[in-house]
């Protein structure tokens, strides 16, 4: 049966799979997902695939490293329901997000540029107004305290937390390294090292790391657009027969 599925274009789950190094679960799951369209089935039952959904295949695991697999399960989705206009929608929110990610990357690089010690006559602040600036909740800058991100003093009088410039920096900092998607007990390692070498030197491989992702990530989705664009094609070349 095996020869007369291949020889007629159709191909057994176990076919579509080794193509792709995959397991005829992750297929069946796929499907079941809607990433791939609706097999056909033999008379007895089985599961049969054909060249379009090879085609799908390949376009989603394209599309993945580049937009997530979130991201890329949606974009087949939306194709294979024929609403190519919300496919592209994702496509275009997730270059989106990719540029926010370089603009994120040359904020903490502006930010690093500015870690020289700042004038004390700029006051400090309290928990209250540091949040409201960096548009998080208090809660979370206790978190960041307690993971050593911020090192806030205390007023002797009341208690309250007291935020100093450094302080404020290092809050500023913080912030941007979570939106560039870092841990906080790496951002800890990372505002220890800058405080203690007084400058920017600590940070320079984790930013050449950074820059690296995002233009992996963009070539990503190049490979990604290219596939989605053959597996689009084929659908519609399919529709006109």
């Given at each position: 049966?095996?020869?007369?599925?291949?020889?007629?274009?159709?191909?057994?789950?176990?076919?579509?799979?080794?193509?792709?190094?995959?397991?005829?679960?992750?297929?069946?799951?796929?499907?079941?997902?809607?990433?791939?369209?609706?097999?056909?089935?033999?008379?007895?039952?089985?599961?049969?695939?054909?060249?379009?959904?090879?085609?799908?295949?390949?376009?989603?695991?394209?599309?993945?490293?580049?937009?997530?697999?979130?991201?890329?399960?949606?974009?087949?989705?939306?194709?294979?329901?024929?609403?190519?206009?919300?496919?592209?929608?994702?496509?275009?929110?997730?270059?989106?997000?990719l540029l926010d990610d370089r603009r994120t990357l040359q904020a903490v690089e502006a930010a690093l540029r500015d870690l020289e010690p700042v004038p004390q006559e700029r006051g400090d602040t309290f928990v209250g107004p540091l949040s409201r600036r960096l548009g998080i909740r208090p809660a979370t800058l206790r978190k960041w305290e307690r993971a050593g991100l911020v090192q806030p003093r205390r007023d002797p009088r009341t208690g309250y937390r007291v935020y100093s410039a450094a302080d404020v920096r290092d809050a500023l900092l913080a912030h941007q390294l979570r939106r560039g998607g870092y841990l906080l007990e790496q951002i800890a390692a990372l505002i220890a090292q800058v405080?203690?070498?007084?400058?920017?030197?600590?940070?320079?491989?984790?930013?050449?790391?950074?820059?690296?992702?995002?233009?992996?990530?963009?070539?990503?989705?190049?490979?990604?657009?290219?596939?989605?664009d053959a597996y689009l094609g084929y659908r519609a070349a399919g529709d006109r027969r």
């Open positions: 049966m095996g020869r007369n599925l291949q020889d007629d274009g159709r191909l057994r789950p176990v076919d579509l799979a080794r193509g792709h190094g995959l397991s005829t679960q992750a297929i069946r799951n796929y499907e079941a997902a809607g990433i791939l369209p609706d097999a056909e089935r033999s008379p007895h039952g089985y599961r049969t695939y054909t060249p379009l959904h090879a085609k799908a295949l390949h376009a989603f695991l394209a599309l993945a490293p580049g937009h997530g697999h979130q991201t890329a399960t949606s974009i087949m989705q939306a194709v294979n329901r024929d609403a190519t206009g919300d496919a592209l929608r994702r496509i275009d929110e997730s270059h989106a997000q405080r203690t070498a007084g400058g920017v030197a600590p940070l320079e491989s984790m930013l050449r790391d950074w820059h690296a992702r995002l233009s992996a990530r963009s070539r990503a989705m190049l490979t990604g657009a290219a596939a989605l």
